[in-house]
């Protein structure tokens, strides 16, 4: 590819994992202050026979989809082409879809800790400690063949790390050559890049979508369960 360095492989990848760190925080934030704010009504209505907490639940799930597919297709409008992604596109829209399953687990990380806490406050204070295993292993910062034994469970459930893995691939399966202006290259093309990260170039959309909608599914259920107890204890 043309005006690729070696310089594409390190600007990318941060560029990559930040956004997927902004997907993540911005998702659980929104869900953070607004759920304790509609608890009060919810247990009242729940206990005046209104609704059970299922219809509740389910309709807040699907209120949430414009939001979930709106986001990340206005951010990547904006940042796809001012960052120099991949010209192509199935990747941009590889790049939406892979943004939008990392705001739906950051969605339902957001209702199980509102609905877990019941105090925006609280909710919110939670985010940084919890997430920030998840983090350190997602691929970025610590290479997936160096995970220490004790971190390896959390780096199978980390949305980071198959977010990241599925815009890696993205990205730099479809980069062929990267020109050097030195005698020796760290990266010669795509692929040398993804091994550097320890990642599979025909991992794309498999296990890391699928993944990332199942983390997001029982995150969906704890938090459900979670808001049934609240408004029947009380």
């Known amino acids: 590819s043309s005006g690729i360095n070696a310089e594409y492989g390190q600007n990318k990848s941060g560029a990559l994992f930040n956004l997927i760190v902004y997907f993540t925080f911005s998702s659980i934030m929104v869900q953070t202050n607004s759920i304790p704010?509609?608890?009060?009504?919810?247990?009242?209505?729940?206990?005046?026979?209104?609704?059970?907490?299922?219809?509740?639940?389910?309709?807040?799930?699907?209120?949430?989809?414009?939001y979930l597919l709106g986001l990340p297709l206005l951010t990547m409008a904006v940042c796809y082409f001012m960052i120099g992604f991949e010209k192509d596109g199935v990747a941009f829209l590889t790049n939406v879809i892979a943004f939008a399953g990392v705001s739906w687990v950051g969605t339902g990380l957001g209702w199980f800790l509102a609905c877990l806490s019941g105090d925006a406050t609280i909710a919110s204070a939670l985010v940084a400690p919890i997430i920030m295993p998840f983090f350190?292993?997602?691929?970025?910062?610590?290479?997936?063949?160096?995970?220490?034994?004790?971190?390896?469970?959390?780096?199978?459930?980390?949305w980071f790390r198959y977010g990241f893995s599925m815009l890696m691939t993205n990205e730099f399966s479809r980069v062929e050559q990267i020109s050097c202006d030195v005698d020796t290259c760290d990266f010669a093309n795509g692929t040398h890049v993804l091994e550097r990260f320890s990642l599979d170039p025909v991992e794309s959309w498999w296990p890391n979508f699928p993944a990332m909608l199942l983390i997001g599914g029982v995150l969906c259920l704890f938090s459900w369960l979670c808001l049934l107890r609240r408004v029947r204890l009380t």
Not at 139 to 157: A, D, H, L, M, W
Request: overall charge negative; aromatic content about 16%.
């Open 136 to 158: 350190l292993v997602g691929g970025f910062y610590q290479n997936q063949e160096s995970t220490p034994v004790f971190f390896e469970p959390v780096k199978y459930i980390s």
């Open 37 to 66: 704010g509609e608890l009060s009504v919810v247990r009242r209505e729940y206990q005046n026979g209104m609704y059970s907490t299922l219809p509740y639940f389910v309709s807040k799930v699907l209120s949430e989809i414009p």
